[in-house]
């Protein structure tokens, strides 16, 4: 069953120079463009109700089931200003299909993959003019649902939904050239382990991390590195990327990724990587590493980088880390030309100036 979006764009729109002013200098998630889309869900009658209307706030009753357990899933992707004018989002039915995984895993209803890329389709279009020309920039979207059932039972998952999309223009990450992250081990929590929701983008699984991060940032750090929630000891992702190594430099360079565990999220920028890797003749591999082995390749150089990975940044070199033991190097610190070249053949794919072998961009007609 086909579910069409009904149209009711505001008479309102932000003016252009105050558009511009914003698409100037965005930043990350401050801005919100002129519309958003919602969908209910009601058991028994599927998705209905699709609408695209005016940005703006959503009432909800206080007995609320997300709010008080949590039934609440989101996704993050971008579209980007194509070199020839036109626009693009990047793997939208990767997205979408890893948020019917998340909300398999939290007992939520699965959202038609057409409906999704359609709600995209839809929000992109009528608000075009909010994407940036600037190749450093994009319009990020952020696609989320939650649980809208009234009342305070347990017994089982809501039966009432809400999906929404809404969109922001983002600056570029690294503003003044490429910085190096300094990351923080963290010992004293765990992100998730096997058969948790470490697997699904959840927001009780960034809920739970911000005591970390605060703890990062208290000793100086950028970011949060998690370990396993069993030994404690092996590498598996940071607070919002996922981690790549590189072993060797020039022809003899490789990857390695922590692999997929069960506990970590399957990236859809981690996954893009191991494909771009094989395209630019990089070997790659998904296995596992302890702390002590990075610590020890870092120290004999073996290891000569070290990236995260995720939709915000694309890739975020890791510069050095921080325990409460140590602090160690990656190299010199600084970005690696390893790093550096996946960074810009992903993002020529995503800008539309690097061929895309893949079938990754979805264009959307403005």
């Given at each position: 069953m086909t579910t069409t979006i009904e149209l009711k764009p505001t008479s309102?729109?932000?003016?252009?120079?105050?558009?511009?002013?914003?698409?100037?200098?965005?930043?990350?998630?401050?801005?919100f463009t002129d519309h958003m889309v919602m969908v209910k869900y009601t058991e028994g009658r599927g998705w209905?109700?699709?609408?695209?209307?005016?940005?703006?706030?959503?009432?909800v009753d206080p007995a609320t089931a997300a709010v008080h357990y949590g039934q609440e899933i989101f996704e993050g992707l971008k579209a980007y200003r194509q070199q020839d004018g036109g626009i693009a989002s990047f793997r939208p039915r990767a997205n979408a299909a890893r948020l019917n995984r998340s909300a398999r895993r939290m007992g939520m209803p699965q959202l038609p993959e057409e409906l999704f890329i359609g709600a995209i389709d839809a929000l992109v279009k009528q608000d075009a003019a909010w994407v940036p020309d600037d190749p450093e920039k994009s319009l990020y979207l952020r696609p989320f649902m939650f649980a809208t059932e009234i009342g305070l039972g347990v017994n089982r998952p809501a039966g009432?939904?809400?999906?929404?999309?809404?969109?922001?223009?983002?600056?570029?990450?690294?503003?003044?050239?490429?910085?190096?992250?300094?990351?923080?081990?963290?010992?004293?929590?765990?992100?998730?382990?096997?058969?948790?929701?470490?697997?699904?983008?959840?927001?009780?699984?960034?809920?739970?991390?911000?005591?970390?991060?605060a703890q990062a940032v208290a000793e100086g750090c950028d970011q949060v590195c998690w370990l396993d929630a069993v030994e404690r000891s092996y590498v598996e992702e940071m607070g919002s990327n996922n981690v790549f190594f590189v072993y060797g430099s020039g022809d003899q360079a490789r990857l390695l990724t922590p692999e997929l565990s069960?506990?970590?999220l399957p990236g859809i920028t981690r996954d893009s990587l191991l494909q771009a890797a094989a395209d630019l003749g990089i070997p790659a591999a998904e296995g596992r590493i302890t702390v002590e082995q990075w610590r020890a390749d870092a120290a004999s150089g073996a290891m000569s980088e070290a990236f995260g990975c995720g939709t915000a940044a694309v890739v975020t070199p890791i510069g050095s880390v921080k325990s409460k033991?140590?602090?160690?190097?990656?190299?010199?610190?600084?970005p690696g030309p390893v790093t550096l070249r996946l960074r810009e053949h992903l993002l020529g794919i995503q800008r539309g100036a690097v061929e895309d072998k893949h079938g990754w961009l979805h264009k959307i007609e403005a």
């Open positions: 309102e729109p932000l003016g252009q120079a105050q558009r511009a002013e914003i698409l100037a200098d965005p930043g990350f998630g401050r801005h209905h109700d699709a609408q695209l209307r005016p940005y703006g706030p959503i009432e009432e939904y809400l999906f929404m999309l809404i969109a922001s223009p983002a600056g570029s990450y690294f503003s003044g050239g490429i910085k190096p992250v300094k990351v923080w081990l963290c010992e004293d929590f765990t992100r998730a382990a096997a058969g948790g929701t470490g697997e699904a983008k959840c927001a009780g699984n960034y809920a739970a991390s911000f005591v970390a991060q069960g506990s970590l033991n140590d602090e160690f190097t990656v190299a010199d610190g600084n």
